[in-house]
């Protein structure tokens, strides 16, 4: 059967419904007057330093970059504005809002408020990209794995779940060979295993699949803290301590000023990642695997009327993408952090959901969306270190805000694949 005969299955449009919504336009006002208020009650005199190097060896030098901080701020407020008309103009004519808009209104955003934040600091922008970078890793393979289950059908909601088994073998069969490679082989093997039994309860004997997920959770975290305090940490020097992997220079690309250190100065993980999300959007978009799975996630028994199993599809992308899932618990444990402990992923696949939802069940945007909240868990360090005036509480909680308005806001109206969540009963 050719890709043509199947092309009638999804349509060549978007799948998303392009919906007249105003809710693009009501956060960002809302945003753009909260923020207003720090400059207007909260003027902060002197200026704010952006370091654009990482160390004074770089090949490539940049001069510190050194704004206003309060006018800075004005002149954000009004840009954020004028995006705020935008949105709205283009919500009367009925239009979408683009994704150039949001990343718009989310760059003045931000420079505003580092700039306003960091009076009279010096922020290390590699350092904040960087760390941003490293947070957000995990959470776009986590989102990667999800927009692949969901697209072909099943919810997944046991990417915490994934992440944590990944996270664990990893640490343990890393530290028992050796080598961090076998490590990561074993993290993949173990979300793997965790999406099987997702696929089995769901696919073949029907179980709501959000419950599903949620037991999946539940046991993943129990049994990795049983075996975590009963294996690995009395015996951590030869079970708990794997090699990690070391950074590879990508030789010119890593002197590139800003974002050569960022992206090319990384780890085998993190190239991967950068891989993954490239095949994955291709895939999805421009091979005749992309085209079935999607016809599986939109309409099931018109897949199955031209011959595509839709058992074996949803079988197949589901243990996938829990493969993918398990590479973000591996970064854990062989990147990040030399030993597994108990609970480390600390719900990082509920951020990845929503990561997804708020990317529209697309790869490119479900990384977007992830490595924004990736930079903004980020920042909450980065801003105690040079002493900013916002309170320590509201920045442990701005990841989670973020992540709440997004959701809730940003991401518009969206539909996601018709079939998701619903069980394939062969008529």
Not at 34 to 56: E, K, N, Q
Request: net charge positive; with cysteine.
């Amino acid at each position: 059967m050719t890709a043509a005969a199947e092309a009638p299955l999804v349509s060549d449009a978007k799948r998303h419904v392009a919906v007249t919504s105003w809710k693009a336009p009501a956060i960002f006002a809302l945003f753009t007057v909260l923020f207003a208020l720090l400059p207007l009650f909260g003027p902060r005199d002197g200026v704010s330093t952006f370091r654009l190097v990482a160390d004074a060896s770089a090949v490539i030098r940049l001069p510190d970059l050194v704004l206003p901080s309060n006018p800075t701020a004005w002149v954000c407020v009004v840009l954020m504005a004028a995006a705020t008309v935008a949105a709205a103009a283009r919500a009367r004519a009925h239009r979408p809002q683009p994704l150039w808009l949001i990343t718009a209104y989310v760059v003045f955003l931000l420079l505003g408020f580092l700039a306003w934040a960091s009076a009279g600091g010096t922020l290390p922008m590699i350092g904040l990209l960087s760390g941003a970078l490293a947070l957000a890793t995990p959470l776009i393979f986590g989102a990667l794995g999800g927009v692949i289950g969901e697209r072909v059908g099943v919810v997944n909601i046991a990417i915490e779940a994934q992440l944590l088994a990944g996270a664990f073998s990893a640490a343990l069969v890393g530290s028992l060979t050796g080598t961090p490679w076998l490590g990561l082989v074993a993290a993949m093997l173990s979300g793997l295993l965790v999406s099987l039994v997702l696929a089995v309860f769901a696919v073949t004997y029907f179980v709501n699949q959000i419950i599903v997920g949620v037991v999946l959770n539940v046991l993943v975290i129990g049994l990795t803290t049983f075996f975590y305090g009963t294996l690995l940490n009395p015996n951590s020097d030869t079970l708990n301590s794997p090699e990690l992997f070391p950074r590879i220079a990508v030789p010119l690309l890593s002197e590139i000023p800003v974002i050569g250190p960022v992206l090319f100065d990384q780890t085998v993980v993190v190239y991967l990642m950068y891989a993954v999300v490239f095949v994955v959007w291709f895939g999805l978009y421009r091979t005749r695997w992309g085209l079935r799975l999607r016809a599986v996630g939109e309409h099931p028994q018109a897949a199955d009327t031209v011959g595509i199993s839709v058992i074996a599809t949803r079988y197949a992308n589901v243990m996938l993408a829990g493969a993918i899932a398990g590479m973000g618990g591996a970064f854990y444990t062989l990147v990040s952090n030399p030993q597994f402990g108990r609970e480390m992923t600390a719900g990082a696949g509920f951020i990845a959901l929503a990561a997804l939802i708020f990317g529209k069940w697309d790869p490119i945007r479900a990384t977007l969306a992830a490595l924004l909240f990736g930079f903004a868990t980020n920042l909450q360090g980065v801003l105690s270190v040079i002493g900013s005036p916002v309170p320590s509480q509201f920045m442990l909680m701005l990841p989670y805000v973020v992540t709440l308005f997004a959701v809730a806001g940003l991401v518009g109206r969206s539909r996601p694949p018709a079939a998701s969540g619903q069980p394939y009963i062969k008529s």
